[in-house]
């Protein structure tokens, strides 16, 4: 049995919900075609018409249908209730890959796996009680292995500059929409996932926790993340690069690591560069400014030290002059401060 079968167990809704959102109240047309779908059609003249043909002249039964109906549909062979469901959800699930992998073929094998994967667990009697999300996590599961496969080979790098193939016409032609396409492409996985489910799949946070593997407590975090690191990326961007450049040219440490600062180097080749310059001039000069200090030059210090405190106490002692009367007295206390000072010179002319 597949793996994602009751899975995806959700509480059934108050009223029926067709495949584009829209509640519909107990007893509408649309109720009764969700019953015809799994029961048959009757015929005017009484004859009922199996589940598994879905009549072909009623498309707008299977337009109308759930997205479970059309499964079970799928499931005993009816092909044009698995296109209704290929058409219900290939858009939603090629941008979804697409941004997520930042490549059109790379998103369209996406959609191909995701749907064969579908045909696959229809046939096999094991429809999945929540379509939607189930295809989602198909897709993301693909799309993750994709990821993984680029890391691991250095040929398969992605390009520096975001590609806009296959995307509206008005993204090629406007900065901010280019810029928004290469920061989406910076996120990382999760809150990229996350975020894009939020936007595409209209899905509730606990379908999207099941799709990309989190708790659903943690939906909200990231798609809070995601959006916050979108807005200071832009802001970052809108920083002059004189402003960035004289903040790296003093920062150092953490501070050169600060938020801001690290959006904009990844958004402007100019300032990278620059910050790149600054890194190996700090380099050189951590080479160029130690100096190697002589033999002599400790020596040389404490000796000056030693001769200064002597200098010092010989001080003391004159100022004892003034205590003393004769004439001989002085004298001798004169030779003994001169004495001091003339080992000290000693001691500097020997070191000079």
């Known amino acids: 049995m597949s793996p994602f079968v009751g899975k995806w167990t959700l509480p059934p809704p108050e ?10 109240g107990r007893g509408s047309n649309l109720e009764r075609t969700h019953a015809s779908l799994d029961r048959g059609t009757t015929t005017r003249n009484g004859a009922t018409l199996p589940a598994a043909t879905l009549e072909a002249s009623a498309p707008s039964r299977r337009r109308y249908a759930t997205d479970e109906q059309l499964a079970r549909a799928a499931g005993r062979g009816d092909a044009a209730a698995f296109e209704v469901l290929y058409e219900r959800f290939q858009p939603q699930l090629l941008s979804f890959a697409r941004h997520m992998l930042g490549r059109a073929h790379d998103a369209e ?6 749907f064969l994967a579908a045909d696959r667990a229809f046939r096999a009697g094991e429809a999945p009680k929540a379509v939607r999300a189930w295809l989602y996590a198909v897709a993301r599961n693909r799309c993750v292995s994709l990821l993984r496969a680029r890391r691991e080979d250095p040929g398969l790098h992605e390009a520096g500059v975001p590609s806009t193939e296959n ?8 900065d901010d929409l280019r810029n928004l396409l290469a920061d989406l492409r910076r996120l990382p996985e999760q809150q990229r996932a996350a975020l894009l489910l939020a936007e595409l799949g209209d899905l509730s946070h ?6 990309i593997g989190v708790r659903p407590g943690k939906v909200k975090a ?4 995601a959006r916050e690191t979108l807005m200071a990326a832009a802001h970052a961007r809108s920083i002059p690069c004189r402003s960035i450049q004289e903040e790296l040219a003093g920062a150092t440490g953490a501070a050169a690591r600060r938020r801001h600062l ?7 080749p100019t300032c990278s ?28 210090v404490f000796s000056a030290l030693a001769c200064g405190t002597a200098g010092a106490g010989a001080g003391a002692g004159l100022g004892g002059l003034v205590a003393v009367k004769t004439t001989a007295a002085k004298l001798m206390a004169i030779a003994a401060g001169g004495g001091a000072a003339a080992g000290c010179v000693t001691v500097a002319r020997s070191y000079d």
């Open 206 to 211: 606990p379908e999207v926790a099941q799709v």
């Open 262 to 268: 690290r959006h904009h180097l990844d958004q402007c």
């Open 15 to 24: 009223t029926p919900v067709d495949g584009q959102g829209w509640s519909h």
């Open 167 to 174: 995307l509206a016409a008005e993204v090629e032609q406007r």
């Open 109 to 114: 094998d996406v959609v191909q796996h995701t």
């Open 222 to 225: 990231l798609v809070f993340q």
């Open 273 to 300: 560069e620059f910050a790149e310059r600054v890194r190996a001039q700090r380099a050189s000069l951590a080479l160029i400014l130690p100096v190697v200090p002589t033999v002599g030059l400790r020596e040389g």
